[in-house]
């Protein structure tokens, strides 16, 4: 049986899985609630399809077709989505059980190493997963580094509900981004890159999902709801995202370029949680930091590339603040 790890400080509780270095618990002291949307049993967290919680990788969204070019060299990874390459495969991160390196009061580190024989990207490499809370943040440390050139985009695929349970949709989003880029009818991301201002996507100023979800807009219909990329205004470490309900504000931030925001909408009632709920559509809400989806095909110039001179690294931070009734 693989056991979960969990850890605390004065006012955060944390439970993380081996199994894809997954956060599955996080929750308020304060408010006795978990933040996190999140199945809890091990068969459940080994074999959904949804990510709850895991690391994802070694590159985060979906790759066009499956396809880039390497120093002129063709480089076909496995399709496992539509016709399109997503979150690293089906024997990506997410499947990988980690090994604990090391465990503290307030910490857990997590690491593994992956093969090109493993998922077909080219090289081998070492990730490594940091988890530490301290005080109302849970604070997740990514590293990696590899043997030769390749591809290296992780993030934390996390769900959360600022009302502990039930639907998103009354819950208020704010978003630093003044800018989203297009998805095609695939839900791949192109390289159109749109200025938020008179759309639904302005998100710069919190306001109920259900009010943005309820517009008419083609990339809404296309999505069925946001499944979008925002660059992140700002540089360095810098707040991305906040998700406003009831009782509790969930601020997120991140050094990453930006996040893909996503409403849980192939969330299908076939996942329960911990307390034995069904997981629905619109019960969770995705922040994930990330490199530009399809950058390898959109523009290689920026795409998230590691080799041996040039590790990688992210920092996302998790932060719970209960509200004022």
């Not at 349970?165 to 791949?188: A, K």
Request: proline share 4%.
């Amino acid at each position: 049986m693989i056991r979960p790890i969990i850890i605390h400080n004065d006012q955060l509780v944390m439970e993380v899985s081996p199994i894809g270095a997954s956060l599955i618990s996080l929750v308020d002291k304060y408010l006795s609630k978990d933040i996190l949307v999140s199945v809890k049993r091990q068969h459940d967290i080994a074999t959904n399809d949804k990510y709850f919680g895991a690391t994802v990788g070694r590159c985060a969204n979906r790759i066009a077709f499956g396809k880039f070019t390497l120093d002129g060299k063709p480089i076909q990874l496995e399709v496992n989505n539509g016709i399109h390459h997503l979150h690293g495969g089906s024997n990506g991160l997410h499947r990988k059980v980690f090994d604990v390196k090391e465990v503290t009061r307030d910490s857990v580190t997590l690491t593994t190493e992956v093969f090109e024989t493993d998922d077909g990207y080219p090289g081998n490499a070492k990730i490594q997963v940091k988890y530490r809370l301290h005080s109302n943040q849970c604070i997740i440390e990514l590293s990696a580094s590899s043997n030769q050139k390749s591809i290296m985009n992780l993030t934390n695929h996390a769900y959360f509900n600022a009302n502990f349970s039930g639907n998103i949709e009354d819950q208020q989003v704010y978003v630093n981004g003044s800018s989203f880029y297009e998805v095609d009818e695939t839900g791949c991301t192109t390289a159109k890159q749109i200025d938020v201002t008179d759309t639904p996507f302005d998100l710069r100023t919190p306001i109920r999902l259900i009010d943005v979800l309820g517009k008419n807009h083609p990339q809404l219909s296309l999505a069925l709801g946001i499944d979008h990329h925002f660059p992140i205004d700002g540089e360095g470490l810098r707040k991305a995202a906040t998700l406003l309900g009831d009782a509790v504000e969930i601020n997120v931030y991140t050094d990453a370029p930006g996040i893909h925001v996503y409403t849980g909408n192939y969330l299908d009632g076939c996942d329960h949680n911990g307390y034995g709920k069904v997981i629905s559509k619109r019960d969770g809400i995705c922040f994930e930091a990330q490199s530009l989806p399809n950058a390898v095909n959109i523009d290689p110039a920026s795409a998230p590339w590691i080799d041996i001179e040039n590790p990688f690294s992210r920092t996302i931070i998790y932060e719970c603040n209960g509200r004022k009734q």
